[in-house]
T-cell receptor
Framework: AQTVTQSQPEMSVQEAETVTLSCTYDTSENNYYLFWYKQPPSRQMILVIRQEAYKQQNATENRFSVNFQKAAKSFSLKISDSQLGDTAMYFCAFMTDTGTASKLTFGTGTRLQVTL | GAVVSQHPSRVICKSGTSVKIECRSLDFQATTMFWYRQFPKQSLMLMAT?????????EQGVEKDKFLINHASLTLSTLTVTSAHPEDSSFYIC????????FGPGTRLTVL
């Protein structure tokens, strides 16, 4: 079974600064996908970024980027130029493949507070 | 594209009654949908995988007779909480799968 660990329950960052959220996972699979989801106070789950394990290049989406270390089973999220709207819960998630029946395994989440 | 809706967004019911929550994929067909439960300040816990035209697959520890799932069409899955009790109060989230999971906005259930 896969496990996802987020060791930082809460983080705080000042507006315009950079913050990195940690995530590690455990799996015996070789092909899989990793995700970071954002859950703002509205509780709508929003996909932030996605990484395919077979790709060596780290995924980037505007101010969001990941540091994917496959051998270390680490998948951290870097948020640059933090904005107040980035305040949310962030969940790291793992999926074995993109078949329609593939389940997501979520970490426990990191609550990020962006301050003035 | 890839919009998923849930109805109702909030529901309050009396103990012992049943409540139905709908999950719809508005602009795509989904043979598979998922139902999650989320307690305050906690992560999403997968309850079951809903498969169009067949029985749902429940996660260990989830009572299938209490949480009835029906996936009658490629755009609609329903979760019925039968004989609801206060401990069933929670936030229920569905997702529809199309290469990745797209989430609905969630339903807050309060059982009095």
């Amino acid at each position: 079974a896969q496990t996802v660990t987020q060791s930082q329950p809460e983080m705080s960052v000042q507006e315009a600064e950079t913050v990195t959220l940690s995530c590690t996972y455990d799996t015996s699979e070789n092909n899989y996908y990793l995700f970071w989801y954002k859950q703002p106070p509205s509780r709508q789950m929003i996909l932030v970024i996605r990484q395919e394990a077979y790709k060596q290049q780290n995924a980037t989406e505007n101010r969001f980027s990941v540091n994917f270390q496959k051998a270390a089973k680490s998948f951290s999220l870097k948020i640059s130029d933090s904005q107040l709207g980035d305040t949310a819960m962030y969940f790291c998630a793992f999926m074995t493949d993109t078949g329609t029946a593939s389940k997501l395994t979520f970490g426990t989440g990191t609550r990020l507070q962006v301050t003035l | 594209g890839a919009v998923v809706s849930q109805h109702p967004s909030r529901v309050i019911c009396k103990s012992g009654t049943s409540v139905k929550i709908e999950c719809r994929s508005l602009d795509f067909q989904a043979t598979t949908m998922f139902w999650y439960r989320q307690f305050p300040k906690q992560s999403l816990m997968l309850m079951a995988t809903s498969n169009e035209g067949s029985k749902a697959t429940y996660e260990q520890g989830v009572e299938k007779d209490k949480f009835l799932i029906n996936h009658a069409s490629l755009t609609l899955s329903t979760l019925t909480v039968t004989s609801a009790h206060p401990e069933d109060s929670s936030f229920y989230i569905c997702s529809a799968s199309r290469q990745q999971q797209f989430f609905g906005p969630g339903t807050r259930l309060t059982v009095l």
